[in-house]
Structure formats: structure tokens, C-alpha cells
């Protein structure tokens, strides 16, 4: 979760909200939330068969470092950021006589060929080759949220300038401007405009199940959470949206806001339950009867 990106407050913070004290079962909501999003994909993510392509087909190039995958290419190959066009495939023979795919690209330069060491029908629908993502799959993932306002669920945003992490907002309505692609370990980039401030950013996404933490219903949830907690107050769900914290908070709201924890230690005591989570960085959480006492 976003707790990763926070700092850790060099200080007991205090705060102004009590609520009423929730018990393990009122957390337990806050899990299944997460969990409901882990059962069935909401984003349909489709690749063809190698069989299947036609000349013609885009690939974008995610780095420099194809030059250690095609055959006999140039030293000085730079094609990071740019476009290949498949060409077609041929099929030779090695010494143990498997007639292995070797695919052919092409720039306005000169073309490219990348040996998969695989006969034709080794090749799945899922084979991709290194440094390349199928311009096809990102249109067809585009197709269906670009226009569309979904709710994120992380804080992991980034610059669409810079490319680089910024502090983002958990569970706030962005309305998808496009789907770009991305590198070989999130090959989606979707960039969006937040519906209050009009903000521009971007997530990076895996391709189905390879990066669960990264994918689709990791990173953004079609309903407005908002609704499925509505005894949380507006300034504590303000709070929860920036990854932020108050004394008085309960368990159920600074598990939104901050994730789930590392480690939780209780300790029972005369006039209740003391109870510690335990964060990277040194941070944690003190509650007393499931009410925030002590953070930092």
C-alpha cells in the first residue's frame, strides 16, 4: 500500500476527531474491501497469439537494452520510446531439429530479428518479447476506461512531465484521459485528471496477474469507496485520502489511510486492550480500546 511513500512524522502528532470505538470485525470490512478486489479482474487485458500476428503490428520499444536481444544489432542501438513494425516470422531448424520461430521487425531504418528459441505452437497468447509491449493491448485496455471516472486506490502516482513518483491521493475520482505504454514490468501507464482539482497524473500498471500489487484493481476501484464507509466523518475521510492520521481516529480509518500494517502487537491491560501496528520506516500506530493514541 501507500504507507511505503510516507515520511515518518518525527513527532506524536494530535488531533481534533474522537470516533466511537470499532471492534476486530469492523476491520475486518476494511480487509474485505481489499479482498473483493482480488476474486475477478475488472479490466479484460487480451494478447495475440504469435500465430496470429500481421504485418503491420506496433510494438513500442521500453529500452535500449533490445540490442542485447536482437540478432547481430548494432552497438550503438538506441530505440527506447520508439515504434517497431512486425514484418513476419521464419522458422529454421536447430541441431535437435525443432524448426524454432525467429520474428522480424522493422524501423525506417533497417530490420530486426529476434530468435524466440520456441517452435510456433510453444508460443501462447501470453508470450511477449523482451522490452516490447503490444500497442494492440494497450489500445484494447484503453478501449474500455479511457472516458471513464474511476476511484484510486493507491498513492502511487506519477508526473506525466517528470515521469517521476509524486505524492498522490488514495480514493479520490479521476476521470482516464488515455492509456499509454509503459515498460517491461508495467507495460500500462494510465494517465488521468482528478475530478476536484483537475490534476494531472498518471499510475503504472502490470498486465494481469504478474504484478498483483500492480494491477488494475490494485491501482484503481470502479465504485467510490467513500460509500462503502459512510460512518466515517468528511475531515477523517479527507485525512484517509492523503495517508494521514489523528489521535481519535479508529482502527477502521487508519487502516484505510495507512494499510495494512507490518506487524500488530497486543497487550492486554486491566482497563482494556493496548494494541501496537507496526510500519517501514520506524512508524507506527498505539491504540488503546481501538482508538488512535499515539502515532508516529
Not at 475530478?195 to 476501484?221: N, P, W, Y
Request: with cysteine.
Amino acid at each position: 500500500m501507500a504507507s511505503t511513500l510516507l515520511l515518518a512524522l518525527s513527532a506524536c502528532g494530535t488531533g481534533i476527531e474522537t470516533t466511537d470505538k470499532v471492534t476486530d470485525r469492523d476491520v475486518k470490512k476494511v480487509e474485505d474491501y481489499y479482498a473483493a478486489a482480488s476474486v475477478q479482474s475488472s479490466l479484460h487485458i487480451e494478447f495475440d497469439s504469435v500465430a496470429s500476428w500481421k504485418p503491420g503490428k506496433r510494438f513500442f520499444v521500453t529500452s535500449d537494452r533490445i540490442a542485447l536481444v536482437f540478432e547481430h544489432a548494432p552497438e550503438q542501438l538506441h530505440l527506447a520510446g520508439k515504434h517497431l513494425t512486425y514484418k513476419g516470422y521464419e522458422t529454421g531448424s536447430l541441431l535437435d531439429n525443432r524448426a524454432v520461430v525467429t520474428l522480424r521487425f522493422a524501423d525506417a531504418e533497417r530490420e530486426y530479428r529476434f530468435c524466440t528459441n520456441k517452435e510456433l505452437h510453444e508460443l501462447s497468447a501470453n508470450y511477449q518479447v523482451p522490452f516490447l509491449v503490444d500497442e494492440d493491448m494497450v489500445s484494447r485496455v484503453a478501449k474500455q476506461i479511457v472516458g471513464k471516472t474511476l476511484y484510486t486506490r493507491t498513492r502511487l502516482w506519477y508526473s506525466v512531465a517528470t515521469q517521476q513518483l509524486v505524492d498522490g491521493r488514495q480514493y479520490v475520482p479521476v476521470k482516464v484521459d488515455s492509456v499509454l505504454p509503459g515498460d517491461d514490468a508495467l507495460p500500462l501507464k494510465v494517465v488521468f485528471t482528478t475530478v476536484d482539482t483537475h490534476e494531472q497524473a498518471m499510475l503504472r500498471l502490470s498486465c494481469g496477474k504478474s504484478i498483483r500489487s500492480r494491477d488494475f484493481d490494485a491501482m484503481f476501484s470502479l465504485k467510490n469507496p467513500q460509500k462503502e464507509f459512510p460512518e466515517i466523518t468528511p475531515e477523517n475521510w479527507l485525512r484517509i485520502t492523503r495517508g494521514k492520521v489523528a489521535l481519535g481516529m479508529n482502527k477502521v480509518e487508519c487502516r484505510l489511510a495507512k494499510g495494512s500494517p507490518k506487524q500488530i502487537v497486543r497487550n492486554p491491560k486491566h482497563d482494556g486492550m493496548g494494541e501496537y501496528w507496526y510500519y517501514d520506516g520506524g512508524e507506527f500506530l498505539h491504540f488503546e480500546d481501538g482508538i488512535l493514541k499515539q502515532y508516529r
